[in-house]
């Protein structure tokens, strides 16, 4: 598997260095957006530059290039095991030469694994795939955005979030409202609704990898998504936190069935930043 | 356009307090880089003045993990952006005040009782812009050292750096402003409306 080793080195490089042409024109639209002379406008303007001179340079266009995350369709017949090692090879590799900066810490001794392999470390998510094909997807996702992620347990009395939609809604408004500008807004919001604790977790994240363009299969979770990026654009935390039009780029909703006694909701922020590719082999 | 104040490390009293949050700055001289690991050795062990190698009286503590490569040259920065800066609010008062620190720049502003420490020691917060790291590690002209490499890591050993025309907000001055809170405030607000409506 040398040659699917260099294709995720590449991957790794791809995603780490330039941003998806989706989120990137959406910057630019949120640009628009905003007062001359104000920190957003001059904010976004930077983040724009910055964009263009990662991808131009070949540098990391943040230098915290985050968790990988992969979430990857198996072909039937694929060793799960072989591909694991596969990945954290050219972790290894990628780590060295792109650079990405080492992130994987032994929660015990507090040493760095110096190449982003460890207990963990990688995230990879393996799904047999129906086709022929190995789909690898790689999200890179930023710890500032992780940090500022929720989970909830409906209801909650607090929100006095009941168990449906407005329920849903209560709860991605507040975990925006707590964020304001740490997680380094406009975010792409995903949230994952289900019966499952870990579930949960890992739905919102894969609701990140979903294109903003996309339109959800689920019509009462579409409106939701529609309505909550204008309520959370409403509430003029703006680009990095200090005002503005622009607080949210995306907002992706996902469900799972959920156990009669639990309904958890799981909100994953990604920082502007939402840097994500796919590798088809 | 807007007005820019251009800012030479070390700064002194009086270049704080003429600082109002608002203003558009951009940073010239040196930074020195500390983020979790840094803050809570300063705080538990309180290393004096002959223990580190660079004057903190009067510097800018920056917020970053930056990403870093070292060749034959020496160390090459890649990518510094800001780090978040409230993991490291139940430290920053006691730094602030033991050192001297005159600036800090990080991102997402800082708790009551930084916001505190800046009124009593005259210090100012700045926002840098959080992912704008190439931009950023444009600005970074040179490493000129480090410390605590072996024992943190590159990501969180404090890094001595020369900067040219930093840019950053100041969003929390000496005289008790606060911008991350008054947004925090006014989107509260429209938090508690939206949430409200269907109670």
Known sequence: ?281 | MVKTIDLRTPLSSENVLSLRAGDFVSISGSLITGRDKIHKYLAEHRPGKKDIPFELSGAILYHCGPLIRKTEAGYKIISAGPTTSMRVEMYEASVIKEYNLKGIIGKGGMGEKTLSALKENACVYFQAIGGAAVYLAERIKKVLGVWKLDEFGPAEAMWHLETEGFPAIVTMDAHGNNIHKDIENMSFKKFSELIGENN
């Open chain 1, 1 to 281: 598997m040398l040659k699917l080793r260099d294709g995720v080195v590449e991957l790794y490089k791809k995603v780490a260095t330039s941003l998806p042409p989706d989120i990137e024109a959406a910057m630019r639209s949120a640009l628009l957006q905003e007062a001359a002379g104000s920190s957003a406008q001059s904010s976004l303007s930077i983040i724009l530059e910055n964009i263009k001179t990662a991808r131009e340079t070949g540098r990391p266009l943040c230098q915290d290039t985050g968790i990988p995350v992969f979430f990857i369709k198996i072909p039937v017949g694929l060793s799960q095991l072989a591909l694991k090692h596969t990945i954290l090879d050219a972790t290894r590799i990628a780590t060295e030469k792109i650079p990405l900066r080492a992130n994987a810490v032994d929660i015990i001794t507090e040493k760095n694994s110096g190449d982003n392999t460890g207990a963990g470390f990688p995230v990879i998510y393996f799904e047999e795939s129906q086709t022929s094909a190995l789909t690898i997807e790689l999200m890179l996702k930023g710890a500032g955005s992780e940090n500022a992620g929720q989970i909830y347990k409906l209801p909650d009395e607090s929100l006095n979030a009941q168990r449906d939609i407005e329920g849903i809604r209560k709860c991605v408004l507040d975990t925006v409202q707590k964020a304001q500008g740490k997680g380094c807004p406009p975010y792409i919001i995903g949230v994952g609704v289900g019966g499952a604790k870990d579930q949960v977790t890992r739905l919102s994240k894969e609701q990140l990898i979903r294109k903003l363009t996309d339109t959800n299969k689920i019509d009462e979770l579409a409106l939701l998504e529609k309505r909550l990026l204008s309520e959370i654009n409403n509430l003029g935390i703006g680009p990095m936190g200090l005002g503005g039009a622009s607080t949210a780029i995306g907002v992706k909703i996902g469900a799972n069935h959920r156990h009669p006694a639990s309904y958890f909701v799981d909100v994953s922020l990604s920082c502007w930043a939402n840097r994500r590719g796919r590798l088809i082999w």
